[in-house]
């Protein structure tokens, strides 16, 4: 029965040996992924203050190239608030809404794209005749004034050739 003691021993030892080598590659393991978890952590702590410190600035900036352009400033706060918007995640109310406006919108939105088109053919019809109108109106003017600038140039010519003669 000697036989039977000794491979009960061995196979203690090796079961020993197992657990030694599984418990060292858990503990290289675990170190390999705080190392990983303590980089990932830098990475995004840097980038955060990247962030921190653009949005920090970007009032600053926006302010001194639109000072004094309202139209500027209002396009930059859209874009913003695009930006803003397509970052944060929807809310699962605002999904159901959306939902729901999609669904009772169906029916309404070809009319409203219709009568969208015909105001926009009507105002760009209006806009070229009053163009046109503007434009005949500062031809007629410009000839106006040209003309009085030719009549009161012959005049000082005939002012100087009098005085010269």
């Known amino acids: 029965m000697g036989s039977a003691e000794q491979t ?3 196979t203690g ?3 020993d040996d197992v657990a ?3 418990r060292e590659r858990a503990d290289q393991t675990a170190d390999a992924m705080r190392e990983r978890a303590g980089h ?3 990475t995004i702590e840097r980038a955060t203050g990247q962030a921190v410190e653009t949005v920090r600035s970007t ?3 926006v302010s001194q190239r639109t000072q004094g352009n309202p139209l500027a400033a209002g396009v930059v706060a859209f874009g913003a608030g695009l930006l803003l918007a397509s970052v944060l995640p929807t809310t699962e109310r ?7 406006l999609r669904e009772r ?3 309404i939105v070809e009319p409203v794209k219709e009568a969208v088109q015909e105001s926009g053919q009507r105002v760009a019809e209006e806009a070229k005749g009053q163009a046109r109108e503007a434009g005949e109106e500062l031809k007629g003017t410009a000839k106006q004034a040209a003309n009085a600038t030719s009549q009161k140039v012959r005049e000082e010519k005939g002012h100087v050739s009098d005085q010269g003669g």
């Open 8 to 10: 009960t021993a061995l």
């Open 13 to 15: 030892r090796q079961l």
């Open 20 to 22: 030694a080598t599984t």
């Open 40 to 42: 990932a952590a830098d």
């Open 59 to 61: 009032p600053g900036q």
């Open 94 to 100: 605002e999904e159901m809404a959306g939902q729901q």
């Open 105 to 107: 919108g169906e029916g």
